[in-house]
Every structure is written in structure tokens, then in C-alpha cells.
């Protein structure tokens, strides 16, 4: 407990959002330091201002794609500042200008998050640009400095990269295996006495959402690394490895749902769900080690009470068995030896996991043949795409529409004030608006108590500090917590920049406390009008996306289904559509829960079918984890049913209820249908093999979760 704090910091330290945080503020405040010592500070901050505008593309990702974004920036950057530049002067063409960027630039969003960031970097020099009135001849320096800084900026990036070309990967992969770990101590959750169901379930579906996220990360630098990918090194293979086996732990993870309350009423009175809850949590803390070890370059040890505590459980279970009364029926034993089976197969993947570490082991480290192609997505910037969406009907066009209005309103308001920094209205509107008006509202709030706490911290520091060389260590504190703290808690970001900001111009010369409320009401006048344009300016709600969504969940289920049965259908099975499958269930499941969870920052009004969504977001994943839990019958525990012809019914029955669902979404029927569950021949033989009759139930599991899919559809009118 007391070295939880400790262990906290250290992973703070170690991971990629701290080291973005250095490399920002290194490449941002060198340039002015340098050119300060020359008395030249103006230039060196226009230097600075070029690197910290390239900065805001250069997120995590492949090197490939995160210099190709860098070199495109620096270029739209330098013609930018020329162009601002040059017509400033006269305030309509300023205002026209600003609306034609903001809508183009908003349209990235169509390529994906980081040709969004791309747009978001080009604004964000125009708008520090647009009060800067200065002869043509200055205007052409201004915007040579700005290309010298991105440039600087861009070197000292991939510099730092190819210093250590592992470094991201096992940072990102580092944070991915600690998801799975969270996942699965709320997993243990269910098994303590007295639990809330429901608030588990709302939990596991959010940190599946995180784990769905953080593993994408992974995956697309993994599989576009050319060190990794196509150079066959020892680190590569090692983390490929490390990769692959987590997946296919996660996997394992999800599979080990049952009925939790049946369990309880069963079985609290043995006291043995206690020990499940904590054999499992020992296992999330094996996996934080592993993590850890990935960040520091340690090597992780398993914990020999893990060992113990499966020992144990397995004795309880036999225990159990030999003094079984009424109480204990067989399914409910069956249940807890094949959790506690699949936590030794968990157990067992640790463990290999764990032996990669070892230096001797990872030289001889074979790789697996994967095909990395499959499994990245590749967003091309199709010009087709954009003129594609220049319609009402697209999402992204109504909101590179709405910004541009409320950059032209905030403009105007900005103009009418008599304020020096006017242009932080247009900086709060053009970071808080979002697609979503949840993702807006959020930003929003997140800014707001950022800024009004950063202020008056900011102004406690400028009054009762004045000794400079202490301002300069204020300053550097602030500025790497504010990009450390950007891409992970919005809110602490902003609470550094804020006194970061005031510090900084009070070296300029211009600190002052006044300084402090004027950005105060600068944010409130542009987050107010960020939001009331999210709301009444062609607003996009969660419900439209809301069928698709669904649609997209039933067939990835479905697919993986289908690529399920395989294994227990034919002899060979190409484990690559397998495991492409899953990865679509696990995107789709994710989408839907995240879309799920922001409705809840909507209007009441725009929040429908809220009641119906939470339970067929529950019943897709009982179905995931259904489907999960038959795949590894066959992978792992090498279960075998002989009369296969005994299944495909109940299988062929799955499908078509789930193909009837999408059906149902896509075209509603008022007619209610009467679709059968199909019942098993010779039902009573199956009790004669335990293995058997496992399968053959979790084939039933399926199809029922596939009824009571089919019949909500049925009753949904989207």
C-alpha cells in the first residue's frame, strides 16, 4: 500500500506521456534560450512559436506517419504565416480568410485523428498570427522563423526516435498490458460477496473501451515499425511477442464470464469466491510488473503466493467436489474448475511472458508469422473522400460548418473587446470544439476548471515570488506538466499551462495580475460560445450513429462467431481470419460503449433509447465473452465433441438470429416473428462427458444471448 504511491510516480516517469513532455518543452524553450543569450529573445520566440505549433502533430504513432504530418505542417505552417500576414490588415479579409480555414482545415477530421491534429496545428498559427501587423518584408522573416523553428522542432524529434527506436513501443505497450490489468481487477470485483452487478458491469464495459484503445495504439506502431516488422532483431521479436501473447491473455480475460449471482447464492457460504477475487487480483499485480519492467528495462518476477493461492484453490474445488450436497449442482462445480482452469492457463501465459525477459532467452526468441497488413488500418487521403462529405448528412461537414461560424463569432466578439490577448477567445473555441457536443461539453468544463484554478495559482506564484532564477524552475515545471499532462488528464494540463503562460509573460515584460483575470474571462466568453454553437449549430448527437453502431456490433459478433464454430467444424482453420475477427469484436464492442457512455453527458432530451442501448451493450458483451470462452475450450483446454452434427443446428440457428437482428435494425418490422431456439438431440447422453456437455452448453449460452438480441431488436424503432 505504501509503495503504491511510489510505483505510481515511477510509471509516470518512465512513460511515453512524460517523455512527450520533455521533448516538448526541450524543443519549445531551447530556441528562445539560445537567442536570448544573443539579445535576440523576439526572434528566438518566434522560433519557439514555429516548434510548438509542429508539436501538436507529433503524437504517439509510427515514425513514418508522425514525420510525413511534420514535414506537411512545416510547409502549411510557413505559407500560413505569409498569408495571414500579408492581408491582416484589413480586418474582412481577415474575418473571410479565418472562416475558409477554419471549415477546410476542420474537414481533416475525415482522415483521422492525426490529419485533424494537423488542421488544429494550422489554425492555431493563424489565430496567434492574426493581430501581428507588421511591413511584408518582416511578415516573409516572421514566417522564415516559424519554418526554422518547425523544422528544428521536426529533427529534434526524429533524432530522439532513432536514439531508441524501442523506446515508444515499450512504452505504449507498457500502458496497454496496465489496462489489462485494471480489466481485470474489475473482473474480481464480481466475485466478492454482496457486489454491485450493475455498477460492475457499467465499469467493465468503459475499461473495455480503454484496453480496446490502448491495444490499437500498440498494434499500429508495432506493425509499422520497420525495426520490428521487417529488421528480424531480438528487441522486435521480443516485443512482438510480449504483444501477441497479451492479446491472446485479454482474450482469456473476456472469457471468464458465468453468472456471477447463481455463483453467490451457491457459494458464498464455502468462502471460496473470495479466493477467486483474490488469486485474480495477484494476477492484475503480476501484470503490473510486467509493465514496469518493460518501462524500466527490469525483469519481472512472478509472485510465489500467486502460485500458492491457485494451489489452494484448486484443493477448495476438490474439497468441494467430494463433500458436494444439494446445494452444489454440477454445473456450478463444472463452472468454478473451468475458471479456475482458465486462470491457470492465464497463470501459465504469464509465466511465458515473464521468461522473455531473460536476456539468454530473447537472443533465441523465434518470430511468428503474422500478417501485419490485416491488421492496421489505412486511412488514405482520398480528395474523393472530402467532396464526398460536403453534405449535411455528414457529420464532419455540419461540424467544420459550425466552427467556422463560431470562429467568425468569436472574431467579431474578440475585435469589439478592448482586450490585449483578445485572441485567446479564438484559442479556447478552437480547442474545445469537438464533432460531438459530448466530447465538447467535456472539453469545455475540463478547460474552465483548468484555467480558473491554474489563474490564481498563476497569480500567487507573480505575488509572493520575484526572484527570477526561481520563476525560470516555476516555468519549466509548469510548461513539461502541461505537456505531460495533455494527452492524459486535459484538466491538469491546462491547470499548469495557465500559471506556465503568466510566468512566461511576466519574464516579457507584460505579467500582470490583470493579466490573470483577462484570460479568465477570455476563457468563459469563448467556451460559452463553443458550447451554446455545439448545441443550437447543426448539432451532432450520439443517436444518429446510434444504428450503425449496432449493426456494426451484430455482424463483428456474428463473424467471430462463425470463425469460432471452425475450430470445432473443420480441420484446418486459418487462425489469421480467427484472430481478425476478434480484433473487429473487440473495435466494435469498444465504439459502441464509448458512444454508449457519452450520450450520458447529453440533454435528457437527446438521450434515447438509453434503456434498451445499456442492455444490448450488456447482451453483446455476454455474447463476446460467450464466444471467447468456446474458443479457448478448444485452444487451451483441448476440449473434443465428437458428434459435431449435433451442433450446427444450434449454430446455423445463432447466426440467423443474429443476421435477423441487423436485419431488424437496418429495416424495422412492426410484425413480431416467431423464431425458435432450436433444442439439442439426445440431451440426456450429453450428461455421460462433462467436456462434452460444457461445449454443448455454451453453444446454448450463445443462442439464447443471440435470442434475447433478436428479440430486442424486434422491439427497437431507431
Known amino acids: ?24 518543452t526541450i524543443g519549445v524553450l531551447c530556441p528562445s534560450l539560445i537567442m536570448a543569450q544573443f539579445g535576440m529573445l523576439q526572434y528566438g520566440m518566434t522560433l519557439s512559436l514555429g516548434a510548438l505549433c509542429i508539436s501538436v502533430v507529433d503524437s504517439p504513432g509510427p515514425i513514418v506517419h508522425r514525420r510525413n504530418a511534420m514535414l506537411i505542417t512545416t510547409v502549411l505552417l510557413f505559407i500560413i504565416s505569409i498569408v495571414v500576414g500579408l492581408t491582416n490588415l484589413n480586418i474582412y479579409v481577415t474575418g473571410t480568410l479565418l472562416v475558409l480555414c477554419s471549415f477546410f482545415f476542420s474537414m481533416f477530421f475525415l482522415y483521422g485523428n492525426r490529419a485533424a491534429s494537423v488542421g488544429t496545428s494550422v489554425l492555431l498559427i493563424m489565430v496567434l498570427s492574426i493581430d501581428d501587423i507588421r511591413p511584408w518584408r518582416e511578415v516573409i522573416f516572421y514566417a522564415l522563423l516559424v519554418l526554422a523553428g518547425s523544422i528544428w522542432y521536426t529533427l529534434l524529434s526524429y533524432f530522439v526516435y532513432r536514439l531508441r527506436p524501442y523506446r515508444l513501443v515499450q512504452q505504449m505497450l507498457s500502458d496497454s498490458i496496465l489496462e489489462v490489468s485494471t480489466f481485470l481487477r474489475a473482473k474480481a470485483k464480481f466475485y466478492h460477496e454482496n457486489t454491485d452487478y450493475e455498477k460492475n458491469y457499467t465499469e467493465l464495459l468503459q475499461l473495455q473501451v480503454h484496453v480496446h484503445e490502448k491495444q490499437d495504439e500498440v498494434r499500429d506502431v508495432l506493425f509499422r515499425t ?30 471468464t464470464y458465468y453468472n456471477y449471482k447463481q455463483l453467490h ?3 458464498d457460504s464455502s468462502g471460496i469466491l473470495p479466493r477467486y477475487e483474490r488469486v485474480i487480483n495477484q494476477i492484475a499485480s503480476s501484470l503490473d510488473e510486467i509493465a514496469f519492467a518493460l518501462k524500466s528495462g527490469g525483469i ?29 449442482n454440477t454445473l456450478g462445480l463444472i463452472a468454478l474448475k473451468n475458471i479456475e482452469v482458465n486462470i491457470e492457463n492465464i497463470v501459465g501465459r504469464v509465466k511465458t511472458i515473464n521468461s522473455y525477459f531473460n536476456k539468454k532467452e530473447k537472443k533465441n526468441l523465434k518470430s511468428r508469422d503474422i500478417d501485419v497488413e490485416k491488421f492496421v488500418t489505412k486511412q488514405n487521403m482520398d480528395v474523393k473522400l472530402f467532396f464526398d462529405n460536403l453534405t449535411f448528412s455528414s457529420s464532419t461537414f455540419r461540424h467544420s460548418l459550425r466552427v467556422a461560424i463560431v470562429m467568425l463569432i468569436g472574431f467579431v466578439v474578440a475585435k469589439s473587446l478592448d482586450f490585449a490577448h483578445s485572441y485567446w477567445i479564438l484559442l479556447t473555441i478552437l480547442v474545445i ?18 484555467t480558473i484554478i491554474g489563474a490564481f ?52 515584460g507584460m505579467g500582470s495580475l490583470s493579466l490573470a483575470r483577462e484570460r479568465i474571462y477570455d476563457t468563459l466568453i469563448g467556451s460559452g460560445i463553443a458550447l451554446l454553437a455545439s448545441y443550437s449549430l447543426f448539432p451532432n448527437w450520439e443517436h444518429e450513429k446510434l444504428k450503425e453502431a449496432m449493426i456494426d456490433t451484430i455482424k463483428a459478433n456474428k463473424n467471430y462467431f462463425e470463425q469460432v464454430t471452425l475450430l470445432y467444424f473443420e480441420q484446418n482453420v486459418n487462425l489469421t481470419n480467427y484472430k481478425l475477427a476478434r480484433k473487429e469484436v473487440y473495435v466494435n464492442s469498444s465504439n459502441l460503449s464509448s458512444l454508449f457512455q457519452r450520450m450520458f453527458s447529453e440533454p435528457k432530451s437527446k438521450q434515447l433509447h438509453i434503456k434498451e442501448l445499456h442492455q444490448f451493450t450488456v ?14 475450450y478448444n485452444k487451451e483446454h483441448s476440449f473434443v465433441y465428437l458428434n459435431h452434427e449435433d451442433l450446427k443446428p444450434v449454430s446455423k440457428n ?12 437496418t429495416t424495422h418490422n412492426d410484425d413480431i416473428s416467431n423464431v425458435p431456439l432450436i433444442r439439442r438431440k439426445n440431451i440426456n447422453e450429453l450428461a455421460l462427458e462433462n467436456e462434452s456437455m460444457i461445449i454443448a452448453e455454451q453453444f446454448d449460452s450463445i443462442q439464447k444471448v443471440a435470442y434475447d438480441i433478436f428479440k430486442l431488436t424486434e422491439k427497437l424503432k431507431i
Open 457 to 508: 495559482i498563476g497569480m500567487g506564484i507573480l505575488v509572493y515570488i520575484h526572484d527570477k532564477n526561481t520563476l525560470f524552475v516555476i516555468l519549466l515545471i509548469c510548461m513539461i506538466g502541461s505537456y505531460s499532462f495533455q494527452r492524459k488528464n486535459y484538466v491538469v494540463s491546462v491547470l499548469f499551462m495557465t500559471p506556465y503562460i503568466l510566468v512566461l509573460f511576466d519574464f516579457l
Open 226 to 255: 520497420r525495426e520490428i516488422v521487417r529488421e528480424s532483431t531480438p528487441e522486435g521479436r521480443f516485443l512482438l511477442l510480449v504483444f501477441v501473447d497479451m492479446v491472446d491473455l485479454f482474450e482469456q480475460v473476456m472469457s
Open 619 to 632: 447482451l453483446n458483451h455476454l455474447l463476446s465473452s460467450y464466444i471467447a470462452t468456446l474458443a479457448l
Open 265 to 267: 447464492e451457491q457459494f
Open 433 to 450: 470544439s469537438k464533432p460531438g457536443f459530448s466530447l465538447t461539453k467535456e472539453r469545455n468544463i475540463q478547460r474552465l476548471i483548468g
Open 1 to 24: 500500500m505504501l509503495n503504491q504511491p511510489i510505483r505510481n510516480i515511477q510509471d509516470f516517469l518512465l512513460s511515453t506521456y512524460f517523455a512527450d513532455g520533455l521533448r516538448i
Open 654 to 665: 445463432t447466426i440467423y438470429l443474429l443476421s435477423q437482428s441487423s436485419q431488424n435494425l
Open 300 to 328: 519481472p518476477h512472478l509472485d510465489s503466493r500467486l502460485i500458492i493461492g491457485v494451489e489452494k484453490l484448486k484443493y477448495k474445488i476438490t474439497l468441494l467436489e467430494k463433500n458436494q450436497n444439494e446445494k452444489y
